[in-house]
């Protein structure tokens, strides 16, 4: 996955889309101003203004099923997943044919009376 992904994913609805950021002309963006993360201070020396950076918050869109705000949020690269072959040249290497099977447990006898 070498492209950044965004998941889109409404939880009032369940409306679901991936999207790389290209084909979001059809949603209706929300608009949303940066956050001040400091109150400005004076310096004392140079006696000019000093204000810290903000922060600018995700983008959000309308769900166009029932109109709630969704938030934009990238999709983090899952683990690589092994194929058959790998699952079953790790069994040859372990020893054993079924790595999955447990201990055999022996029949419980009817209970007398």
Known sequence: ???????LYCEM?????YTDGTDIQDLTEYKRC???TGI???DPVTKKVTTKKPISLPKQFRCPKCGRLVTARKVVEPPPVATEEEIKDENINSGSEESNVGPEIPPVPPASP
Do not use: G, H, T
């Not at 996955?1 to 998941?7: D, I, P, Q, V």
């Not at 609805?13 to 889309?17: A, K, P, T």
């Open 13 to 17: 609805c369940s409306w679901n889309r």
């Open 34 to 36: 940066v956050v001040q």
């Open 40 to 42: 400005p201070k004076i």
């Open 1 to 7: 996955m070498a492209e950044k992904l965004y998941r």
